[in-house]
Structure formats: structure tokens, C-alpha cells
């Protein structure tokens, strides 16, 4: 079988903690996910990143895949015969074994009781799986199928991969970076060992009109001169619908104005809050009589904008 460096795959040293090789794994997993990266090796990345994981978070595993020594990634290795001893693979050969089942078979030596004594219940498979969502979907809430892969053991112990498929119920009001646990819906427990669990990764997808800070929503309002001169009321779209807004007399460029409630849905059944951040645009072109107002306000104002730096 070919070596993998899981370290280097995710990108941290050999000493890393468990929040750094946490950390590693999310922020990889978003950047590479099937569904948002644009690289072209997108998947195979993501699917990389996920088997490292896998075995670097538990304790056990990556004691196990310290043990194998350094090689060179895509070396073609067999663990040394002590490994073999120490964490056998049961009844499947290494040569009927992918580097994934290496580690996944560790669950195999406890579910056979390392060969000797009665057989131990053993925990399912945990399955980290980042959800990219759309703001509108964060709104409304949605639901997701998952095409998972999980492995699992014969009664010889013996490893294979075993294929299904999960639905699930996102509520309204997930957040950029929130987890949401699907309690006992991960891999088979063995020998009457309870179910893993499934965590879900929630990664917004970047929307061409509202940008996202936890619960609260902003987005750009482009208004007039006159406008923010005499003031006004405009309409604003959002995810619930048009409202009106007012535009106050002498608001500036870039000055935020708040329109309470209308952001994303939270767990107290309140929501966060929009913010308009206003942009002042003149017209693409002006016709002569607005050219001759424009004069008209130059020769009649004295206000200087710029008279502070002198």
C-alpha cells in the first residue's frame, strides 16, 4: 500500500494539538469542498483531508500511525511486523487493505478483543461533514442528503466498506462555522457498542447581495444626492420581503443604518439585524437642466468638505 502523511496533508506539525489538527481539518475541508472550491482536484483533496482527520483526532489511531515511522508520501510500505503484532488487522491481509482500512481496522482489534478473551462493544464511526448552504437556505432552513461511507468488520474482523445514504433536517438560522450534531446516525457500533455520530460543518456559500457576520446580515444601499440632502424613504430588499427604509437627512457614505430583526433567525425565535450600508451614486449622465441645478448648488453653497485640511 502507499504511505500517506497525514500531518502534511493537513498541514500541521507532529506536535499539533487536537484543536490544531481540528482547526486544520475545517479549514480544509471548507476550502476543498466538492461543492464551493473551484480547484480541479477539489474532491480528491476534501476526501484526503477527511481520512486524515479521521485518524489524527483519535487518541489510539494517531498513536498507531506514529508508530509506522517516516516515509515519503505515495511510498509503497508495509507496516513493520511489530505494528502488525501490536495492532493486527485481523482476518483481511495488508495487501487486500487501503491506508483508510489500515486505521479503521484498529476498531476491528477491539471489536475481536485483540484475538484473545471475550469480544468488547465498540463506538461507531464519527463522520465530520462540512454543509455549504446558501443565505436563503440559512433563512428558510432546508434539508441535505448525504452519500456517506462507512467501514465495518465481518465476524472475522475483517474490514469493507459499507455505502449509505442519510437525510437530514437543517433548521433555519444555522450560522457561518455553527455545528449541528445528528446524534447516533454515524457508523455501526460493534458487538452492542453504540452508533457514532454525524457532525455537520455549516459553511455559507458567498451570496452577489448579502454578506453574513453570525446572526446579522448586511448589504449595500445605493441612494441619490438629493437623497441624503432632503432625506427620503427607499425600499430595500430582504430575505423576508420589501420593506421600506429611512434615509436621514445628512447620512453619509459607508454610514450603517439598521433595520432591527431582519437578519437571520436564531435559537431564541428572535432574529439578527440588516444593516445597510449606504453608498452615495450620482447618475451615469446628466441632463442640461441637471447639470444647470448642480451649478445653481455650487454658486449658492459654501460648504467646503474639504476644509479641514488646510
Known amino acids: 500500500m502507499k504511505y500517506k502523511d497525514y500531518y502534511a496533508i493537513l498541514g500541521v506539525e507532529k506536535s499539533a494539538t487536537t484543536d490544531d489538527i481540528k482547526n486544520a481539518y475545517r479549514r480544509l475541508a471548507r476550502k476543498y469542498h466538492p461543492d464551493v472550491s473551484k480547484e480541479k482536484d477539489a474532491e480528491a483533496r476534501f476526501k484526503e483531508v477527511g481520512e486524515a482527520y479521521a485518524t489524527l ?4 489511531k494517531r498513536a498507531a500511525y506514529d508508530q509506522l515511522g517516516a516515509h515519503g508520501a505515495n511510498e509503497e510500505f508495509r507496516p513493520p511486523p511489530e505494528w502488525a503484532t501490536n495492532f493486527g488487522a485481523g482476518g483481511a491481509s495488508f495487501d487486500e487493505m487501503d491506508f483508510a482500512d489500515l486505521f479503521a481496522g484498529l476498531a476491528g482489534r477491539h471489536a475481536r478483543g485483540g484475538g484473545r478473551g471475550p469480544k468488547m462493544a465498540f463506538r461507531g464511526q464519527d463522520f465530520e461533514v ?3 448552504l446558501t443565505i436563503e437556505e440559512a433563512y ?3 434539508e441535505i442528503r448525504l452519500d456517506l461511507s462507512s467501514t465495518e468488520f465481518d465476524e ?13 433536517r437543517i433548521p433555519k438560522g444555522m450560522v457561518d462555522a455553527q455545528v449541528m450534531r445528528l446524534s447516533g446516525q454515524g457508523g455501526k457500533g460493534v458487538n452492542g457498542g453504540p452508533d457514532g455520530d454525524v457532525y455537520l460543518h455549516i459553511a455559507l456559500r ?11 446580515l ?4 445605493p441612494v441619490t444626492p438629493w437623497e441624503v440632502g432632503l432625506g427620503a424613504n427607499v425600499e430595500i430588499e430582504t430575505l423576508g420581503g420589501p420593506v421600506n427604509m429611512k434615509v436621514p ?44 441645478l448642480l451649478r445653481e448648488l455650487s454658486d449658492a453653497s459654501s460648504y467646503n468638505p474639504r476644509a479641514h485640511e488646510k
Do not use: C, F, W
Not at 458567498?206 to 446579522?216: I, L, N, T, V
Open 130 to 132: 462540512t454543509v455549504p
Open 140 to 142: 428558510h432552513g432546508t
Open 249 to 292: 437627512v445628512g447620512t453619509r457614505s459607508g454610514q450603517r443604518l439598521r433595520l432591527s430583526g431582519r437578519g437571520l433567525p436564531n435559537a431564541q425565535g428572535t432574529a439578527g439585524d440588516l444593516y445597510a450600508v449606504v453608498t452615495i451614486v450620482m447618475p451615469p449622465e446628466l441632463s442640461e437642466r441637471e447639470r444647470e
Open 218 to 221: 448586511s448589504v449595500d444601499l
Open 156 to 168: 472475522q474482523g475483517a474490514p469493507k466498506r459499507v455505502p449509505r445514504t442519510l437525510k437530514a
Open 57 to 60: 483526532k483519535d487518541s489510539e
Open 206 to 216: 458567498p451570496h452577489p447581495r448579502y454578506r453574513a457576520s453570525g446572526h446579522d
